[in-house]
């Protein structure tokens, strides 16, 4: 059964994260003088603890900053495939294998991203105490979530066959643990604390690099020293398109935040005339498809992108054109092919003004089963998103990045209000953000009721090769039924269900208020002062 959840209002700093100790974990920073920024690096940490099995340090992650005087920047921490991960090393291979060692090849950025956002604040607190909710979690334990036991028990057959820790850290007693069991990770604890010391640059230059290294060659990853070395956060210029409502950022490729301005920017180009009905979930799909399209031509490595997104998201005209494609009562057919990716948004603010949309994720559950023995680091799959291919989108090349489902969103509205919002689960992650924030901003629903309503998800989702539309239960018959009539390949999938994602918002009044909302579909929490 779902939960019932209400706005949580403050004042002082909130903190929306898809599990509740990692809301409370930045939290406490907050009240401990702490910025938003620095409260997110808290809440990052906590959660590749407490839900490794959609997070980690040996992931990617994505921020987007906006300070109290307006400046709204970004941080991207994703990590480029291996210098050995050529196409010979694939060779025999149809595709690079999505769990195992071949799969583990590109290097790890989340740690390279923390370091940046940190390297942004006037003062900080000192990291081990921002790390400190996370490493005490890691040594006494916590208890295993439903959705973590879930996905453990399904997926474990082809994660503890890998080589590595995995079993011993998540099977320590030959079987995947259950709900309410305690999962205690003293190596990641452990590894966390060196950090906390040493400094995040150890993870690729120092000491624990090498550790990390020697790790991965033994279970046969290609990312090497070397690799670690070599890598970089950088600081794009966040997307952005211009609104009635306002502005709305998003991250700049190799994510697909084009993807979700582009859906909210062709859906009000389309016009919606009602909220909850037909009206408003066939524009938001239609302008879905239009989006795809468009980021499955173009987006990727921006190093091998030929289209910029930001020209196509500053054409007026353009959109215009793309918005004329949809049909107000008809559906284009689908499918087209989808993307994977799971992974954990969480936002926060705090009383000087400062707003924090953060994303981070090891792709897979679990990314790619490789648990590191020396260090309990899962290492991220999200190169097994390469094409093996000698050219063209995605296509696997040494130091190039793959594209990424991660996407932090951001907005600035015209009211004054700032909005940071968000949500996890690969191709929905444009779809939810489109219903979270057209329900919120354009049709005025309370911010819990936008994330709690019910949902769609245009495109396959895990487990399944099914392109159909999913929708929840909660819409009213006739929508259903309306959908289906325009052509829409309609599947109802019961009432609120994880697979439309862990979605989470804050608000940002212009008089200072707070409101946070969280997801009944999660674990999640929203903690305010």
């Not at 930045?26 to 997070?55: C, E, F, N, R, W």
């Not at 690799?227 to 502005?247: I, M, N, Y």
């Not at 779809?431 to 936008?450: E, I, N, P, Y």
Request: aromatic share 6%; hydrophobic share 45%.
């Amino acid at each position: 059964m779902a939960r019932v959840l209400h706005t949580v209002s403050g004042r002082s700093g909130i903190v929306t994260a898809p599990h509740h100790l990692a809301a409370q974990a930045g939290l406490d920073v907050l009240k401990d003088g702490g910025s938003a920024a620095q409260a997110t690096i808290a809440v990052a940490a906590a959660l590749a603890v407490v839900y490794p099995h959609m997070t980690g340090i040996g992931g990617d992650g994505f921020w987007l900053i906006r300070e109290a005087d307006g400046r709204v920047h970004s941080v991207h921490g994703v990590g480029g495939a291996a210098q050995a991960a050529t196409l010979d090393l694939y060779s025999g291979h149809a595709a690079v294998p999505w769990r195992g060692p071949l799969a583990a090849n590109t290097v790890a950025g989340t740690l390279s991203a923390w370091d940046a956002v940190l390297a942004t604040e006037p003062s900080s607190l000192p990291l081990v105490r921002l790390l400190a909710p996370a490493i005490a979690h890691a040594e006494a334990g916590v208890a295993v979530t439903a959705g973590h036991a879930a996905l453990a028990a399904a997926k474990g057959p082809e994660l503890r066959a890998q080589p590595g820790a995995y079993a011993q850290v998540f099977e320590p007693e030959g079987r995947p643990l259950c709900e309410g069991d305690v999962l205690r990770q003293p190596a990641l604890a452990a590894t966390l604390a060196r950090l906390g010391e040493a400094g995040l640059a150890d993870f690729y230059t120092g000491a624990l690099a090498a550790e990390v290294a020697a790790d991965l060659a033994v279970l046969g990853s290609p990312v090497s020293a070397a690799d670690l070395a070599a890598h970089r956060a950088t600081r794009p210029t966040p997307l952005q398109v211009q609104t009635g409502a306002g502005t709305l950022y998003n991250a700049a490729p190799p994510t697909q935040g084009v993807a979700s301005l582009l859906i909210l920017a062709l859906a009000e180009c389309a016009g919606i005339s009602e909220g909850e009905g037909f009206d408003h979930v066939h524009r938001l799909v239609e302008a879905t498809k239009q989006a795809f399209l468009w980021r499955d031509a173009h987006c990727g490595d921006p190093a091998y992108m030929t289209v910029a997104a930001q020209d196509l998201l500053s054409d007026g005209v353009t959109l215009d054109a793309m918005a004329a494609r949809i049909d107000p009562a008809r559906a284009l057919p689908w499918p087209q092919p989808s993307q994977w990716g799971d992974t954990c948004w969480f936002g926060a603010a705090d009383a000087q003004g400062q707003v924090v949309s953060a994303i981070q994720s090891t792709y897979f559950e679990f990314g790619s089963g490789l648990v590191l023995p020396k260090t309990g680091i899962t290492w991220q799959n999200r190169g097994a998103s390469f094409r093996l291919a000698e050219s063209g989108w995605n296509a696997l090349k040494p130091g190039r990045k793959p594209f990424h489902t991660l996407n932090p969103a951001l907005a600035e509205l015209n009211d004054g209000r700032v909005m940071a919002y968000g949500t996890m689960g690969g191709e929905g992650q444009p779809q939810t953000q489109a219903a979270v924030f057209s329900r919120h901003v354009w049709h005025g629903m309370d911010l819990q009721d936008a994330i709690s309503a019910p949902r769609w998800l245009l495109g396959r989702t895990w487990g399944e090769d099914s392109t159909t539309l999913k929708i929840e239960d909660g819409f009213a018959p006739e929508t259903y039924a309306a959908l289906a009539a325009a052509g829409h390949q309609v599947e109802r999938v019961g009432p609120l269900t994880a697979m439309m994602g862990h979605a989470g918002a804050i608000v940002r009044h212009a008089d200072g208020r707070l409101d946070g909302a969280t997801d009944p579909r999660s674990d999640g929490g929203v903690a305010a002062w």
